[in-house]
């Protein structure tokens, strides 16, 4: 499947603020299955330094340093790209089980950003919390295969909480998300990754976007509008990661395309930033991903 993307933010400002310095990361990362063409990162005032580079985790960065005053921020990405279907049938798929998972992912040595060990672990948003490890504990066992499990906490999540574009912000604690039954991608993202955590099972969060038509006669996937997330589970060396989506309560497959993964939303966060000055901000985005016929 091939798609253009098109993603616009305009940052306001109540007064000028000056030196503000902006970490981007919408350039897609190297993934398996896709291919990306034609980037373009356009930004308004022009930088004063703009710098490129990988981020800790599998995330693009491009670092922008804005010295002259100003009052509003425009940041346009734009690339094509194809996702080419896994031909697994993740559903069906033999796993090991999530135990053999568990132990396999303390067996390797290495951290880089694709190892399992990397995503084992509490990390700033996506923390220990006693009260979603028992949630899981009531879904998962150990003889349960991997995929198995990850379907159980994406099916969970999905009927058992309400998606609700108001009830939460970017820094909402899982917990505080958890406990209210509510809130969008990212929080069902942090819930399922806390969970899956507890039981020794890496996880990863991932940022990127959904096609926002669906195919004639297909309903259409909650959050097309925005930046969407999901969870990347480890399911062992053969099957590597898969993707699991619990706002939408499906893998991760053509109708998702994939900018970065890291622990949690703070590693891949679409825009952060500083600035000099006390001016309150306005944000706003509009997202487009059409399929190419």
């Known amino acids: 499947m091939m798609y253009r993307v098109s993603h616009v933010t305009k940052i306001t400002y109540a007064n000028p603020v000056r030196l503000a310095r902006f970490n981007i990361r919408l350039r897609p990362s190297t993934w398996p299955g896709q291919t990306v063409s034609d980037y373009k990162l356009l930004v308004d005032p022009l930088p004063w330094t703009r710098t490129d580079e990988d981020g800790a985790y599998i995330v693009e960065e491009s670092k922008l340093l804005l010295r002259d005053p100003i009052v509003q ?10 996702v080419a279907p896994s031909g697994i049938d993740f559903a069906s798929v033999a796993s090991p089980t999530v135990a053999d998972v568990r132990a396999l992912a303390l067996t390797r040595p290495n951290l880089d950003a694709i190892s399992p060990a990397s995503y084992l672990f509490a990390s700033p948003i996506a923390g220990p919390e006693p009260d979603i490890a028992a949630w899981a504990a009531t879904i998962l066992s150990d003889a349960m295969s991997v995929v198995e499990a990850g379907c159980a906490l994406m099916h969970a999540i999905h009927a058992q909480f309400r998606y609700d574009s108001a009830s939460t912000e970017s820094d909402t604690p899982p917990i505080e998300a958890f406990r209210h039954r509510h809130g969008v991608c990212q929080d069902f993202a942090h819930i399922m990754i806390v969970a899956a955590r507890s039981w020794g099972l890496p996880a990863a969060y991932v940022s990127g976007y959904l096609r926002t038509l669906p195919p004639p006669g297909k ?68 997202v487009d991903v059409a399929p190419v016929d």
């Open 73 to 82: 921020l425009r940041i346009d990405s734009r690339f094509g790209v194809s």
């Open 219 to 286: 309903p259409r996937l909650v959050g097309a509008d925005a930046m969407h997330a999901w969870v990347n589970l480890w399911c062992g060396d053969e099957l590597g990661w898969i993707g699991f989506d619990p706002t939408n309560d499906k893998f991760a497959r053509t109708d998702h395309i994939f900018i970065a993964m890291g622990r949690d939303y703070s590693d891949v966060a679409p825009l952060d930033g500083v600035f000099h000055g006390s001016a309150e901000q306005s944000m706003t985005f509009a």
